[in-house]
């Protein structure tokens, strides 16, 4: 059966960065898309960002471009999340999920098998 473990959230200043791990057992990675999501307090799930399964294709939720890079390595079966220049408004608690395509819109019912999510918060 597929799990998703995440890790690498903290707390972290205004403009610090943080990098998140992906690490997924269980299953063949390289036959899945890959979708960061996060949620705060309060507010629904959103997407983030989306990895295709070759990497040819990667998705970016507006708020986030420019700032935020995902990549992969099929041969540690993990996904990773770099951010950069962090807002305050990028606090919440990141998942991510197993999916079969990267749309231009990052839709959560595209996604599952989610992990059980990494706290972020950007504070000063």
């Known amino acids: 059966q597929l799990q998703l473990v995440e890790s690498g959230g903290g707390l972290v200043q205004p403009g610090g960065s943080l990098r998140l791990s992906c690490v997924v057992s269980g299953g063949t990675f390289d036959f899945y898309s890959i979708g960061w999501f996060r949620q705060a307090p309060g507010k629904e799930r959103e997407g983030v960002s989306c990895?295709?399964?070759?990497?040819?294709?990667?998705t970016y939720a507006d708020d986030v471009k420019g700032r935020f890079t995902i990549t992969r390595d099929n041969g540690k079966n993990t996904v990773y999340l770099q951010m950069h220049s962090l807002k305050p408004e990028d606090t919440a608690v990141y998942s991510c999920g197993l999916g079969f395509r990267c749309r231009p819109y990052l839709y959560v019912g595209d996604f599952g098998s989610w992990g059980q999510g990494t706290q972020v918060t950007v504070s000063a």
């Open positions: 990895i295709s399964n070759g990497a040819e294709t990667t």
